[in-house]
């Protein structure tokens, strides 16, 4: 099998210069890659956009890009729960583009699969709507949209092996396997990284065909954001 | 009296039936789960990546690798799945999910809904709610009749920015629960001990009343 | 959970009409659903469409459809290795729809997704591309392609539970996924049926949701094509 | 002496390269996994949901839920993923796949390719070729120099109904590796034993020769 480990996040992120397009995985705080954010925030990378579904907390996830003014304009779907971020967006220091959830997984999909565009009915005769193609299908009005560039994407798996083949575990699954390939070079950071062969080939949720570099991460810390429970009777 | 925000709620999960597969979107929609019957089968769906989603996890049980839409820790229940964001809008857009119940901060009486952005003020972002009203046939919005300054939440058209068009069929408030048709609301139930008059007081769009309306029930 | 399960092939196809639209999963003779394509003989149901990668051979699969005389449109990728088939389609006897397999995978994927039309470059300035929209995208041209409509879906996995999640093994995944709520109707064969709860979650291919019937089959003769071995040294 | 197809295998074994995933195409083409160098790494990717692919199973081994595009029974090397037919096309129409190696019936010297149909005669269906030479940046057809009524198969212009429009780059036939160049076929090494003017007289399309042309190393 072709090898795709590299032995930590400074060599994963080898190339990566100012101004470039990132696209990174996960939901809220929820399967996103601590270790690479990290980096990026170490190597100081400035002026770069982010491609991501949510731009974390205001300490933690792309918060801590956000902090240190990294980050040129944000493509989300959903950027509440983060203080500074709205300072940044109101007061015109943050470009931001918001758009609908679906659209943004689709378009990450759209990439990695060589779909230069498609059509969505979602947020067609809204602002999202606007400037764009539209289209009647099936009675119905629908937006053209394309398919994102970036030039690296950053994702996070439970698993991993030296192939590059990933496995994700509950919910932190989310947009990494839509993104895995949809950049020029994708990155994963792994829990666990296993010699090739160790994982099932049908539990495989991404061939590694769609993986640059793989790495273990240092350390997880995984926080909860909203930590709800359920009282025992 | 108007409804609290759990008998908001109470009431929507009527609306629930067997064989089920619902989204719910994020406050009042979250507590539906609360009172649906136990003898239906129902399935709930989040778009961030779970099919079969069971309530909060006990204190110490919970999984940073579990979570809804809104972020809360979960769990799944035995049958549930896990899948890709892309998948995830593919059962929305492609209409496999058959009941959609989200807030709104205004609703239009040709439905219209207005819930995701104040100019200059707030803006959070649609999430996946502009994907979700486009595509379900089935949609219930879920708020209170008037906002915290006593303007109707119900007009004629929306003046916050869209976050769909022509999409909400049904709507339950504190006060009402009226239908979409000919591009007026129309008038379904009281809440109990609320009179026509005020629900008329309170919604700024055009109201159909055709005869007695009944009061809910919860 | 939502329990899908009906009692059999019988109960499974009720509802199928002549002159219906089937999708059907399944590469060569690996992965079809067998205990359909039986029930759909002996119900004798006539002039259909039906969309599959390949048209089976003169003795299994969709080719005991095809002798029957019971199809009327095979809208396919590759049909070769099939005497009946050829015959047909020379004779005029079967229309014949013939598409790039990469094509009719995203047909169908469109059709699962609610998305209506998609562009891609498979088949621009062929006769595939004949009486298409094209368009250029990143100094390329691309043609427009829709998403399939079909009543029914047939799809065969090897494990599922009675939520209606499906679990599929080795190559014998390939369409089936893509055709699963790709149509009105889906039903979901498989090889073992479990109680809902005992699949891992992390392992289901497709979710329950995109399956509205599903059952056990009784037999599989999971005929191999090319029987193909190496001698051992 | 012409290449037999063996041969024309291992000429082109050579020109895959450590980290490579490489899509064979039925004939010819699957022929060359046999003979890549055993010091480098490489993948094989087939259409129908593998990567990883490893060579025909042992006698009684085989399984019919474990088989290439070409349907023949394979095995699967550890470190390799089974896929759904749209992820695989993702990794072809994504430009995942580094070389693909696949027969023709004809190749013109603009770098169009026909191998799936001779009208009113044999149509099988071009499979997955279309999004292969579509996609792909990296094409080499494997293929004999001429028909069995010894016509040329490289043409001024495909006379048989495309596969796919200016996508060849590399064509390794019997008697020659060519490449397509400004319109035209360039050619780079000979057969053993084999003349430049066997080759031109071999070839239909115009056939460009620079210097002396070395014969190929096996």
Redesign the interface.
């Known amino acids: 099998m072709i090898n795709k480990t590299v032995t930590n996040v400074r060599e994963a992120c080898e190339g990566i210069k100012d101004g470039m397009t990132f696209m990174l995985g996960g939901?809220?705080?929820?399967?996103i890659p601590e270790n690479c954010i990290a980096e990026l925030v170490r190597r100081g990378v400035r002026g770069v956009t982010c491609i991501s579904?949510n731009a974390g907390v205001d300490d933690f996830g792309l918060g801590l890009l956000l902090q240190k003014k990294q980050i040129k304009k944000m493509i989300?779907?959903?950027?509440?729960?983060n203080a500074e971020f709205?300072r940044q967006?109101?007061s015109g220091e943050l470009e931001?583009e918001?758009?609908?959830?679906?659209?943004?997984?689709?378009r990450?999909?759209a990439a990695q699969s060589g779909i230069p565009a498609f059509f969505?009915?979602?947020?067609?005769?809204?602002?999202?709507g606007e400037g764009k193609e539209s289209r009647e299908f099936n009675g119905k009005m629908h937006l053209m949209e394309y398919a994102f560039k970036a030039d690296f994407g950053f994702v996070k798996a439970?698993k991993g092996d030296t192939a590059g083949n990933l496995i994700?575990?509950?919910?932190?699954?989310?947009?990494?396997?839509?993104m895995a390939g949809a950049a020029t070079i994708t990155v994963a950071e792994v829990e666990e990284l296993v010699p090739a062969g160790e994982l099932d080939p049908n539990h495989i949720?991404i061939p590694g065909i769609f993986v640059q570099r793989i790495f273990k991460g240092e350390r997880y810390e995984?926080?909860?954001?909203?930590?709800?429970?359920?009282?025992?009777k | 009296m108007a409804l609290t925000k759990e008998q908001i709620a109470q009431r929507i999960a009527k609306e629930v039936k067997d064989?089920y597969?619902v989204n719910l979107g994020i406050g009042i929609p979250t507590l539906v789960a609360n009172f649906v019957r136990e003898d239906i089968?129902?399935?709930f769906?989040?778009?961030?990546?779970?099919?079969?989603m069971g309530?909060?996890?006990?204190?110490?049980?919970?999984?940073?690798?579990?979570?809804?839409?809104?972020?809360?820790?979960?769990t799944?229940?035995?049958?549930?799945?896990?899948?890709?964001?892309?998948?995830?809008?593919?059962?929305?857009?492609?209409?496999?999910?058959d009941l959609t119940i989200l807030g709104a901060m205004e609703v239009a009486q040709n439905g219209?809904i207005a819930n995701?952005?104040i100019p200059?003020k707030m803006?959070?972002?649609?999430?996946?709610?502009?994907?979700l009203v486009?595509?379900a046939e089935n949609i219930i919005v879920a708020m209170m009749h008037t906002n915290r300054a006593g303007e109707s939440k119900l007009l004629k058209q929306c003046s916050l920015?869209?976050?769909?068009?022509?999409c909400v069929k049904k709507i339950v408030t504190n006060l009402a629960v009226l239908k979409i048709e000919n591009n007026k609301f129309v008038l379904l139930e009281r809440a109990p001990g609320v009179s026509v008059e005020e629900i008329m007081e309170a919604t700024d769009g055009d109201l159909v009343v055709y005869g007695d309306i009944p009061e809910m029930q919860l």
């Open positions: 939901f809220g705080l929820s399967g579904n989300s779907s959903y950027v509440g729960e709205e967006m109101l931001v918001l758009i609908p959830q679906g659209t943004l997984a689709q990450c999909q969505t009915p979602a947020g067609y005769g809204t602002e999202v439970w994700f575990k509950g919910t932190a699954r989310n947009f990494n396997p839509n949720h995984k926080r909860i954001e909203q930590r709800t429970v359920r009282t025992r | 064989g597969y089968e129902v399935e769906q989040s778009e961030n990546g779970i099919l079969g309530p909060f996890p006990y204190d110490g049980e919970e999984d940073p690798d579990l979570i809804n839409a809104g972020k809360q820790t979960i799944a229940l035995p049958g549930a799945s896990f899948f890709d964001s892309a998948l995830s809008f593919s059962m929305i857009r492609g209409q496999h999910v219209d995701w952005k200059g803006v959070k972002g649609m999430g996946g709610a502009m994907d486009a595509s920015p869209l976050t769909g068009v022509n």
